[in-house]
């Protein structure tokens, strides 16, 4: 598996895997078959794991660090605050609103760190800007752990240029996470560079469309009854026919190349720049293989410019989020 840094302190897999849907949002699985792949994962060279406090809420960092634990000096953990959390609700409903006083920082990653079983949390992340609290004050309390040996490197997500400009005076960033795919293109531009001017590294979430861009999703109804896509814009009856006009123009790209539609995507995200690490998800070992694999497949410009085109933000049908959602995702 080929390596990229995230900032100066992390060296990792130059694709990870997003480990949210063993346990959140669409719909969950088996325990052990989530084991089964994160041990794969490990196997292959994959060494960049993401969860969250929210996913479940709580759970998936408990199954993360209990499948990890034999594997702790190999791999990279990073986790996610920033969430007011109703622990006797699941999924989205356990989002009761943005926490990133302070306080609560110190709170959310002591409590991390007993659900991961580990002694340092290798990437920590504020899971969404605060508009209560000034960041200088949620970094700071951020870099606090830093100091004690609690967390290696900081990271953001969601966050404007502005803001990681900001947070980056008070600590190092070591990475900013953010929705990124060929569907969804918003941190091209200013997002983008600034990670570069910074030498901040940048993870895209949903690398694949939320599993759309591999071509295999035709209808909602294959998804569990608490799968959050059901209630995604994207993927409500009309906005999905049009949009899966557009991934067949991927498949058809993609078989001409000889890969999959979803390596083709990935590919693609890679293309993009050399501090960029894709965490797409992966609950069959299958899918997770097939994903690794994208970081041997290599694109022409011409074949980047042309994917750009075909999925041009104006061609793409439906808002990315909720208009919940979209209210915890700050305009940048």
């Known amino acids: 598996m080929k390596m990229r840094k995230l900032g100066q302190e992390l060296s990792v897999s130059a694709i990870g895997l997003g480990c949210m849907g063993m346990s959140h949002a669409y719909g969950g699985q088996d325990e ?12 292959i060279g994959v060494n960049f794991f993401d969860t969250a406090e ?6 998936n960092e408990e199954l993360v660090g209990k ?7 190999k791999v990279v953990i990073a986790t996610k605050f920033g969430f007011r959390i109703d622990p006797t609700k699941s ?10 006083r302070p306080e609560h920082v110190r709170e959310v990653a002591e409590a991390s760190l007993k ?39 900081l990271g953001l997500s969601e966050a404007g240029a502005d803001i990681i400009r900001r947070a980056h005076a008070v600590h190092p960033i070591s990475a900013l996470q953010s929705e990124y795919s060929l569907w969804t293109r918003d941190p091209e531009g200013e997002i983008l560079d600034t990670c570069r001017e910074l030498g901040i590294g940048f993870v ?29 814009p994207r993927f409500e009856a009309d906005n999905m026919a049009a949009n899966r006009a557009l991934v067949r123009l991927v498949e058809e790209m993609a078989s001409d190349k000889g890969v999959t539609a979803a390596q083709l995507a990935l590919a693609w ?9 894709p965490i797409p998800g992966a609950r069959r070992i299958t899918h997770l293989e097939q994903n ?9 410009s011409d074949e980047v410019s042309k994917l750009d085109e075909l999925l041009a933000p104006d061609k793409v049908a439906g808002a990315r989020y909720s208009a919940q959602a979209m209210a915890w995702t700050p305009k940048r």
């Open 54 to 59: 929210v996913y479940g809420p709580f759970v």
């Open 67 to 73: 499948a990890l634990k034999p594997h702790r000096n």
């Open 32 to 43: 052990q078959d989530s084991i089964k792949t994160l041990h794969r994962a490990v196997e």
């Open 292 to 300: 690794a694999a994208a970081a041997d497949v290599t694109l022409t």
């Open 91 to 100: 999924q989205t409903g356990a989002m009761s609103g943005l926490d990133s």
């Open 269 to 277: 995200v890679l293309a993009k720049g050399d501090f960029i690490v």
């Open 115 to 153: 659900r991961l079983g580990v002694e340092v949390i290798d990437l920590l992340y504020q899971h969404r800007v605060d508009p209560e609290v000034p960041i200088e004050e949620t970094v700071g309390a951020m870099a606090e752990l830093v100091k004690e040996g609690k967390v290696r490197a």
């Open 204 to 232: 895209p979430f949903s690398p694949l469309g939320r599993g759309f861009l591999t071509g295999k999703i035709t209808s909602t109804e294959e998804f569990a009854e608490n799968d959050m896509r059901r209630n995604l």
